[in-house]
T-cell receptor, first 118, second 108 residues
Framework: NAGVTQTPKFQVLKTGQSMTLQCAQD?????MYWYRQDPGMGLRLIYY???????DKGEVPNGYNVSRLNKREFSLRLESAAPSQTSVYFC?????????????????FGDGTRLSIL | GIQVEQSPPDLILQEGANSTLRCNFS?????LQWFHQNPWGQLINLFY???GTKQNGRLSATTVATERYSLLYISSSQTTDSGVYFC??????????FGTGTRLQVTL
């Protein structure tokens, strides 16, 4: 079972370039999430999708956009990359459905994308 | 928002030793999860435990929601247990907030 698959695993960008991080899950989960992890910190939520066709901002959404392409796929786009966006990005999914579904299902994570912006 | 505090921040153990990691949180929650981030950076969900006690092999977890804390027990530690352990909590319709983790190193 693949679970949650993220591509690419590594990427180096120049300031101002754009890029889309891809995430797909094969567990038929309703909810999907994008987090970033910076050194010495826990994960911070960028955007989430509580069900197919909906997306909402998390704690640190500035500089990012997302698309819930279908139930399986949730992409994260950096329109104009900045050095402050250098981070490890994780995608996750859970069976939780709808905005009130946060509290009742575990989250499963992909292996992460290590992104460096010069 | 909910505050999450994990202790200790760092822990070094010899193989075979037992340990207890603690997670305190500032408000009532209905979602609490423990994760292990291995040295390769992968995040593995260990427990979904908003209340009560669960066990999985050498690992067990207890959450006392009324007193706003959770404990993760590691018994007979192995070098493969090394990494960072994160606690994450959330209330109804709220985001999942992660603590800053406990970094565990298990030595031979």
């Amino acid at each position: 079972n693949a679970g949650v698959t993220q591509t690419p695993k590594f990427q180096v960008l120049k300031t101002g370039q754009s890029m889309t991080l891809q995430c797909a899950q094969d567990m038929n989960h309703n909810s999907m999430y994008w987090y970033r992890q910076d050194p010495g910190m826990g994960l911070r939520l960028i955007y989430y999708s509580a069900s197919e066709g909906t997306t909402d901002k998390g704690e640190v959404p500035n500089g990012y956009n997302v698309s819930r392409l279908n139930k399986r796929e949730f992409s994260l786009r950096l329109e104009s990359a900045a050095p402050s966006q250098t981070s490890v990005y994780f995608c996750a999914s859970s069976e939780a459905f709808g905005h009130r579904g946060w509290g009742n299902q575990p989250q499963h994570f992909g292996d992460g994308t290590r992104l460096s912006i010069l | 928002g909910i505050q999450v505090e994990q202790s200790p921040p760092d822990l070094i153990l010899q193989e075979g030793a037992n340990s207890t990691l603690r997670c305190n949180f500032s408000d009532s929650v209905n979602n609490l999860q423990w994760f292990h981030q291995n040295p390769w950076g992968q995040l593995i969900n260990l427990f979904y435990i908003p209340s009560g006690t669960k066990q999985n092999g050498r690992l067990s977890a207890t959450t006392v929601a009324t007193e706003r804390y959770s404990l993760l027990y590691i018994s007979s530690s192995q070098t493969t247990d090394s990494g960072v352990y994160f606690c994450a909590v959330g209330g109804t319709a709220s985001k999942l907030t992660f603590g800053t983790g406990t970094r565990l190193q298990v030595t031979l």
